[in-house]
């Protein structure tokens, strides 16, 4: 499975940008897409998830921070996600990185999933 990030980019505090990410490959493999964010000099963190598979297709997970402000939805293609993110705040500027996984491990650790995306960056300016 391949993963493609885009629509980062620069947006002023209070803005909004939508992320895409799209999977190739052995797309039918995946049970769970979501999205990490990692800034400089900090680790990488769970932002949002959504499953694609199974009983609890389309049911979707958030970190507590974005609640509210960002949403995760998918296309009717299997395998592509997005992020629409409102309201952004300098401190959120990160590289955002699509990860996909392919059973329903725990959504919000890193390591639970196998495939990850190049990142595409966001920039939030004050």
């Known amino acids: 499975v391949q993963l493609q990030a885009s629509g980062g980019g620069l947006v002023q505090a209070g803005g909004s940008l939508k992320l895409s990410c799209v999977a190739s490959g052995r797309t039918f493999g995946i049970f769970r897409m979501a999205w990490f964010r990692q800034a400089p000099g900090k680790e990488r963190e769970f932002v949002a998830a959504?499953?694609?598979?199974?009983?609890?297709?389309?049911?979707?997970y958030y970190a507590d921070s974005v609640k509210g402000r960002f949403a995760i939805s998918r296309a009717n293609a299997y395998g592509t996600i997005y992020l629409q993110m409102n309201k952004l705040k300098p401190e959120e500027t990160a590289v955002y990185y699509c990860a996909a996984a392919a059973a329903n491990y725990e959504p919000t650790l890193s390591t639970r999933y196998a495939y990850w995306g190049q990142g595409t960056l966001v920039t939030v300016s004050s």
């Open positions: 959504i499953n694609l598979g199974g009983s609890s297709d389309g049911t979707t």
